[in-house]
């Protein structure tokens, strides 16, 4: 019988992670459908973009946990999730099982940032980062139209 024992420092992020992504989830969940394809400017993109770009660099992730080398080349860029709340739930969903499946097999790997050796926690790190830039920036849309926030997250929509 094989034990998974998680380091202290690992398990407290991925629960940050769990929280962070579920805040994101929410915000697509509650999202009327035609409201994917608004966008607040020029080279912003449409809310379906970005959320479709959140899970598109969490598959350059995934794939640094599974090769050691960090490669933002590799997205999927499946650009027909953008326009379908569903497909991009379950785009979210399936990245994000993939990546927590990964973290088990390959808790001590060390991965190539650009010449840099990062360990899984500050890979996780990094990915936490990316994705409260992106919470930034869906707050503006959300804002601009007028929508209501989910109950998650508490503060953004008072």
């Known amino acids: 019988m094989i034990v998974f024992i998680m380091r202290e420092e690992l398990k407290h992020l991925l629960e940050k992670w769990k929280d962070l992504r579920q805040l994101t989830l929410d915000l697509l969940s509650e999202l009327p459908e035609e ?11 449409t809310i379906g973009k970005q959320y479709r770009h959140i899970g598109d660099v969490q ?16 997205y999927r860029r499946d ?6 709340k569903m497909k991009l739930l379950e785009f979210l969903e399936e990245v994000n099982m993939e990546m927590l499946k990964l973290i ?5 790997v060390k991965i190539d940032w650009f010449g840099e050796k990062l360990n899984l926690e ?16 869906l707050v503006v849309y959300i804002r601009v139209l007028d929508l209501k926030f989910p109950e998650s997250w508490g503060m953004w929509g008072l």
């Open 35 to 45: 409201n994917l394809s608004f966008s607040v400017g020029k080279n912003m993109g």
């Open 122 to 137: 500050e890979h996780l790190n990094s990915l936490i980062e990316h994705e409260i830039l992106h919470h930034g920036e």
């Open 79 to 84: 650009y027909s999730v953008e326009t379908s």
């Open 59 to 74: 598959i350059c992730y995934n794939e640094a946990i599974k090769t050691g080398k960090v490669d933002f080349g590799k």
């Open 104 to 108: 088990e097999e390959k808790e001590d």
